[in-house]
């Protein structure tokens, strides 16, 4: 903290520090302390001049709140939470919002190449919204901030998500328990001047970025449909389920007997038609397939510990379910490398997919990742099941394919079990039929994976390198 003064407060060691009054009553006379921390870790050059956020963007658009009309997808629009925004690979098919019943429902839409905020909960969360992006519609908890393209969208999506800027955002926050912040105070909020060709630098790694995140986007979005195609699999989205009820939410299916005694699983999502016509397909047009057993060399949950948290300089950094899924993983914590005895066994290894075994249906759970220049060395939570394929028999990158698509993920959630949080074990995990096209068809699928992989990494690089160009011209 670059406060004035800071102090041990009464016997708790709890921090405290003074504020100058001058700053309370030239501000926006806030009394709550959180407003004044200071937890940049910058020191600014002297010289440095400020200017509010507004005169640098078009707009901040901060939506009306409204009631949420689900509906069919032929009806509506896709729609994502202030959470999904964040994530790689947003569920922009999994709900859908009425495009007629919803009033102005346009101000609700995304657009590429806006910066989103997160208004509500976890206040400050910022993307850049990808392609895949535009034309969903959003919660009115997400802001969106307005910038040309050509001149100032690298500089502020930079400065808003530096610890400087973060810094900031978190202090114009207010609420006692749940977190918000309004549009208008983003259009205000405290920011640098700083010289053009720093900004013209910021600006072309931001759009690099950009443009690398849609790209990977894509080329995940062909290879799941070459796992189709080389498997001869039809989709199952346009599968139709006998339904009951006033607005049809209630699915229904008959089994057999014969059905029942296979696994004796008395939960009805055992037999859900989606994953049953899944696994029938595999079986009867695919060439080949095998279970996930005899293609792999393990299959692992992580052990079960007392975390012992540390700072970053003396940690291995640790992940959980939800981090595998975002776009740049975020609050991470660091585990002590002198206080765990069994770290190895906690570590990541290149290739590896990994699967949230444990979560909410929608959620994270059942979703996968692979382990390609992003979590090598870290360690992972028991929430996270690791795969390790056997390369001789498998490609591990179209493993991920097929894990991560409609039919990995229908297979996946049909084995889970548990009455409020949702699980799967290594057991049933290893009972996934996996169709095995040609192994020059797996490797054009894994090497489509891989070069997604390698354009995400390379855009979190060019980010982390707009980040020292800005902390240059803060500091210099």
């Known amino acids: ?74 009806f509506g629009v896709p729609y994502i939470s202030s959470s999904e925004m964040s994530q790689i690979e947003p569920p922009v098919n999994s709900r859908f919002i009425s495009k007629t019943l919803i009033k102005n429902i346009n101000q609700y839409l995304l657009k590429r190449g806006q910066i989103l905020v997160s208004a509500a909960g976890t206040v400050g969360s910022i993307v850049l919204a990808t392609q895949e992006l535009d034309g969903v519609a959003g919660t009115s908890d997400i802001l969106r901030i307005n910038v040309n393209m050509e001149t100032n969208l690298g500089f502020v999506f930079t400065y808003l998500t530096s610890s400087f800027g973060a810094n900031e955002i978190s202090n114009l926050a207010y609420g006692a328990i749940i977190k918000r912040i309004r549009g208008f105070q983003l259009a205000e909020l405290k920011t640098p001047i700083i010289e053009d060709a720093f900004k013209l630098k910021m600006n072309n790694n931001v759009i690099k970025a950009l443009d690398n995140r849609d790209k990977a986007n894509e080329l995940i979005k062909n290879a799941r449909t070459l796992v189709l195609n080389y498997n001869n699999l039809k989709s199952l989205s346009d599968i139709k389920i006998d339904t009951r009820g006033i607005n ?189 096209p040609l192994f020059n068809q797996q490797k054009e699928i894994g090497d489509m994976v891989r070069e997604a992989y390698n354009l995400r990494a390379e855009a979190i690089k060019l980010e982390d390198e707009a980040q020292k160009l800005l902390t240059e011209a803060l500091t210099k």
């Open 1 to 74: 903290m670059n406060n004035d003064v800071i102090f041990d407060l009464f016997e708790n060691n709890q921090v405290g520090f003074l504020i100058d009054s001058f700053k309370v009553s030239s501000g926006d006379l806030r009394l709550d302390s959180s407003h004044f921390v200071d937890d940049s870790n910058i020191i600014l050059n002297a010289n440095i001049q400020f200017q509010p956020l507004s005169k640098l963007i078009d707009e901040v658009e901060e939506p009306n709140l409204f009631t949420r009309i689900y509906c069919d997808k032929q």
């Open 248 to 436: 049809n939410e209630t699915q229904i299916r008959l089994i057999s007997i014969r059905d029942f005694t296979i696994e004796f699983r008395l939960d009805s999502h055992f037999y859900n038609p989606i994953a049953n016509f899944a696994n029938e397909n595999i079986k009867k047009f695919s060439k080949n397939y095998s279970t996930l057993n005899e293609i792999t060399k393990d299959i692992v949950i992580g052990k079960r510990f007392k975390r012992n948290y540390v700072e970053s300089d003396h940690g291995t950094p640790f992940i959980g379910s939800k981090n595998i899924l975002q776009i740049r993983p975020s609050d991470l914590k660091f585990l002590s490398n002198s206080e765990i005895g069994f770290m190895d066994d906690l570590m990541l290894n290149k290739n590896m997919i990994l699967v949230a075994c444990s979560g909410s249906l929608g959620g994270t759970f059942g979703k996968a990742s692979l382990v390609y220049n992003n979590f090598e060395n870290y360690a992972a939570s028991q929430h996270i099941l690791r795969i390790i394929a056997n390369e001789e028999l498998i490609d591990p990158g179209y493993l991920y394919a097929f894990l991560s698509s409609e039919y990995g993920y229908q297979t996946i959630t049909k084995y889970r079990w548990g009455a409020l949080i949702d699980e799967i074990d290594e057991k049933d995990m290893s009972k996934l039929n996996i169709p095995l």
